[in-house]
Structures are given as structure tokens and as C-alpha cells.
């Protein structure tokens, strides 16, 4: 069974910047599309970002400009580097991983608060 943990989150002030982590195991990491969702307080899970297994991105509009995923396959890694936080992008941030860009396997999520 796939394993995703996530990491890094926390609470910042307006403007400020977080690097998330997501360490995978029990999966051929190089092979997989890895991405990262949130979901805020009383909203459903919205997408942020993939990454495909050649590497390349995609973003929700919300987000682009701010935010960048990367990843390391030689650590089995995913990362997502959040930019000039606000306080709308408080939420929950799941690490996922898939076959396809339709992630089917999720972490347990790491907590983003943006607050002065």
C-alpha cells in the first residue's frame, strides 16, 4: 500500500513562505504523477499541483506565481514551496500519488495557517 506523509506545515504571517514535504514509500516513485490539494474550513478539497513523472506542472490559477512543486526522485520526494502566503490559503495540504494525474492515494494532510 502506498505511503504518503506530509510535513512542513504550520502557522505564518500574511506574506510569508513555507516549504512543504511529502515523503513516499512503498511505490516506484519515478513512475508515479505526485501532487499536492488543500482543503480549507467548510470547503471541499481543491486542487494546487502535479507533477508528472517527466516532470512537468500544472497549477491552479489561485496559485501560480506563488507556489512551485518539485520533486526528487532519488529521495522518493515531493515538495511544495508556498510564496507570499495569504490568509486564504489556510487549509488542510494533502501530498497525493497516481498512476494517472488522477491521484488516488493520499497522506494524512499537514496544516497551513496564515494569520498575523
Known amino acids: 500500500q502506498v505511503q504518503l506523509m506530509e510535513s512542513g506545515g504550520g502557522l505564518v504571517q500574511p506574506g510569508g513562505s513555507l516549504r512543504l514535504s511529502c515523503t513516499a514509500s512503498?511505490?516506484?516513485?519515478?513512475?508515479?504523477?505526485m501532487g499536492w490539494y488543500r482543503q480549507a474550513p467548510g470547503k471541499q478539497r481543491e486542487f494546487v499541483a502535479t507533477?508528472?513523472?517527466?516532470?512537468?506542472?500544472n497549477y491552479a490559477d489561485s496559485v501560480k506565481e506563488r507556489f512551485t512543486i518539485s520533486r526528487d526522485n532519488n529521495k522518493n520526494m515531493v515538495y511544495l514551496q508556498i510564496d507570499s502566503l495569504k490568509p486564504e490559503d489556510t487549509a488542510v495540504y494533502y501530498c497525493?500519488?497516481?498512476?494517472?494525474?488522477?491521484?488516488?492515494?493520499w497522506g494524512q494532510g499537514t496544516q497551513v495557517t496564515v494569520s498575523s
Open positions: 497525493g500519488a497516481g498512476a494517472t494525474m488522477t491521484l488516488g492515494y
Open positions: 512503498k511505490i516506484i516513485f519515478s513512475t508515479y504523477f
Open positions: 507533477m508528472s513523472r517527466s516532470g512537468s506542472t
